[in-house]
């Protein structure tokens, strides 16, 4: 059913779709599923948070409705299906439908909602709470009483889909992953074919994009072959290579970057959270291919109908918007490069022609999403610091090397002519290498050697290029990677983390983002480059290349066999299905339980009583898995959101005043204050506080209604 609603809705918006992308390969065919769900969950947004219609089977109709109405009437002149790219069209929904599947296998053998060493908790009570609300910004389900501060658009992207299909949200929750690994792939196949022309390429650029790792993969398996220490990768004691991949250590190669942890796509899908950062994947991959469709039209066509730029400023802004609601973290990288495309690859003939759509474009990414800004706080971040330890160039080398040397070698190939002919350029390289191996010795600063040259010959290539090509957006991709890079080694945003791990959060957000910049890159750099280069010369390069990919493939496929074995606790306990919430009743029975009778009985969203607890720890799981508020869950969460630690403590003093008090009255006052509907004593209650306490509620029963009993779990509704 999710696979058949989600062609349903790419079929539906493609004639809109259609429309803005006109000048690719595919038409659009490959994004045209992303762009179909950016509008639909926008509108079911807008309805639900303007108050018109709770959320709902309604509201979502409705919204399917207008949805099939502005692609018919937008894309009116792109209806006749003769005229559609069928054998694109077909390819794609291939790609699609063997990503889809491919990753459904691996998400039922690490099906488990886990608590520890990830999100799951925090995402499945998000998404849960989103299912359970009325009207938007959704309930917190860790802050009763408060909405919640975290972007959740990509929640409700997915809490969209678990109602019309009917499918159990336990079950959805892994659906969900699959379908956002199955758009990035389906996006990926897209960028590289739409920009190369050549089917080879889009899927060399999803082997690159989203299959492809780190080197260190590589790096372990040396140290284990030859049991030496390998860049800090120590041999592993494995008797075999079978044991050496089912015991693979996946874990610690993130952590290369000081004071970050940087991750592929590959190795955050598998990890099997639903989390922004990840679902934003391949919102970024569509908009790029939405940026470069907008170049073609203005490369290719002569003059542009007004009304094709109202829609191009329509579709683009609420795309462009849509960041803010999914990931924050993507929002400002993608103005960046909207307003780099519109300056240095000329879209648009005119210089206010350029300014006017970009201006739309920008603005109505903000106009669209006002009831969120005005819901929304900082999120958590409170101002901007310098980096203290920055990152060597062996280990962004490890990081991205494939990638590396196919964008050095792009660069090669466009600029032999100039270092052989100009001394001119001979002299300005050696100037700029001289002062850049200077700055980054005096400064402490290695990665200066790479972004620095990369960001000049790029920039200057594009400028001193009368046509602008695929090449010189390919080029300005590179420069946003670049600069992101440097950034990532002189600034972080300041949030709740500190001390040695002040940029945690910036380098995880922004090196995914380098990695889909240079990856799409990369991809267009191998064709480039095999096209240009001479054939004696091309064979050394190919052996160099195939060296590489092979390296950075090591890591993802050891990680699958690795993190798919059964042999981690917190991945795949309970395995051969996709039911993320089964495992429990092998921790604790009495919950499972308990879970499924208040997802049954219990409708709408009150606010349940239970313990509290730090993150990463088996706590705050009725919250979770039944989307219920609780008055506080993982408080560590709430002060990474934007609460002070004042509100945590409060609220944390006062739930165990509730439980541990033998004055009802007190108790009662407090009840009150959260608006606190139900009662909930499992084991981790009755571990964490004193019995005579617990004992009170069933001592008042003019107070306190019991409405479930089993498993050595009970549950007490509060009378008015």
Not at 228 to 235: A, Q, T
Not at 635 to 644: H, K, N
Not at 659 to 683: C, H, Q, S
């Amino acid at each position: 059913m999710w696979w058949l609603a989600l062609v349903v809705i790419g079929l539906v918006s493609f004639p809109l779709v259609s429309r803005v992308c006109g000048g690719l390969k595919d038409r659009g065919y490959s994004i045209s599923k992303l762009v179909g769900l950016v509008i639909l969950t926008f509108l079911v947004w807008m309805i639900s948070s303007l108050r018109i219609l709770p959320f709902g089977y309604i509201s979502i109709l409705i919204s399917f409705l207008l949805l099939g109405g502005l692609s018919l009437y937008l894309g009116r002149k792109n209806l006749r299906i003769t005229n559609w790219p069928r054998k694109s069209i077909i390819i794609s929904e291939s790609v699609f439908a063997a990503a889809f599947v491919i990753f459904l296998l691996i998400m039922a053998l690490i099906p488990d909602i886990y608590f520890a060493a990830a999100d799951d908790f925090m995402d499945f009570a998000v998404m849960g709470s989103t299912i359970r609300g009325d009207y938007f910004p959704p309930v917190d389900p860790w802050f009763a009483g408060e909405s919640i501060p975290y972007y959740y658009g990509g929640h409700l992207l997915a809490a969209i889909l678990t109602v019309i299909t009917s499918v159990p949200l336990a079950i959805s929750f892994n659906i969900a992953m699959a379908m956002f690994f199955a758009l990035a792939v389906n996006a990926s196949y897209g960028l590289g074919y739409n920009i190369t022309k050549r089917k080879l390429y889009g899927f060399l650029a999803v082997i690159f994009i989203c299959v492809a790792g780190y080197i260190t993969g590589a790096y372990q398996l040396i140290a284990y072959v030859f049991h030496i220490d390998v860049m800090g990768n120590y041999p592993h004691g494995a008797p075999n290579i079978v044991e050496w991949l089912l015991s693979f250590n996946f874990w610690d190669a993130p952590w290369m970057i000081p004071g970050g942890m940087a991750q592929y796509p590959s190795y955050i899908f598998q990890m099997g959270t639903l989390h922004a950062f990840m679902m934003g994947i391949p919102f970024q991959l569509m908009f790029i291919m939405l940026i470069f469709a907008l170049f073609q039209k203005s490369r290719l066509s002569g003059r542009i109908a007004r009304s094709d730029t109202l829609l191009d400023i329509f579709v683009l802004g609420m795309c462009l918007g849509f960041f803010y609601f999914i990931n924050a973290w993507d929002y400002p990288t993608y103005i960046i490069l909207t307003i780099f495309a519109f300056a240095l690859l000329r879209i648009r003939p005119s210089i206010k022609g350029r300014l006017s759509v970009l201006g739309g474009i920008v603005g109505l990414s903000l106009l669209l999403y006002t009831p969120l800004y005005l819901s929304r706080g900082m999120g958590g971040i409170y101002g901007i610091g310098l980096v203290a330890e920055r990152t060597s160039v062996a280990d962004f080398f490890e990081f991205c090397g494939l990638f590396l040397f196919s964008l050095f070698s792009l660069l090669f190939i466009l600029w032999k002519r100039e270092l052989f002919r100009s001394k001119g350029v001979i002299l300005a390289g050696i100037f700029i290498i001289l002062a850049t191996v200077l700055a980054s010795v005096l400064l402490d600063f290695q990665l200066l050697i790479i972004v620095v040259p990369v960001g000049i010959l790029c920039m200057y290539y594009i400028y001193k290029s009368k046509q602008k090509t695929e090449t010189e957006f390919v080029l300005l991709l590179v420069i946003i990677g670049a600069a992101l890079a440097f950034f990532c080694d002189l600034l972080y945003l300041d949030d709740a983390i500190g001390g040695d791990w002040e940029r945690f959060n910036t380098v995880m957000k922004l090196y995914l983002q380098i990695w889909l910049f240079f990856g799409i890159a990369a991809a267009y750099a191998v064709f480039y480059v095999l096209k240009n280069m001479g054939r004696k010369t091309k064979v050394i390069w190919l052996v160099i290349l195939g060296a590489l990919i092979l390296a950075s493939l090591i890591h993802p496929i050891a990680s699958t066999t690795s993190l798919t074995s059964g042999r981690h606790e917190s991945w795949g306990m309970n395995r051969g299905t996709l039911d993320g919430m089964a495992y429990m009743e092998m921790v604790d029975k009495g919950d499972y339980e308990a879970m499924r009778w208040i997802n049954k009985n219990i409708d709408g969203s009150p606010v349940v009583l239970e313990t509290p607890g730090g993150c990463f720890a088996y706590a705050s799981r009725v919250s979770v898995f039944t989307g219920l508020p609780t008055v506080l869950g993982w408080g560590s969460y709430e002060i990474m959101w934007g609460r002070t630690w004042g509100e945590v403590g409060e609220r944390e003093a006062d739930v165990e005043t509730i439980y541990n008090t033998l004055d009802n009255d007190k108790a009662m006052a407090l009840l009150a204050k959260y608006d606190v509907e139900y009662i909930y004593i499992g084991n981790l209650e009755q571990e964490s506080y004193e019995s005579e306490g617990l004992r009170k509620f069933a001592s008042h029963p003019q107070d306190y209604e019991l409405i479930y009993e089993d498993e050595g779990v009970t549950i007490y509704e509060v009378k008015e």
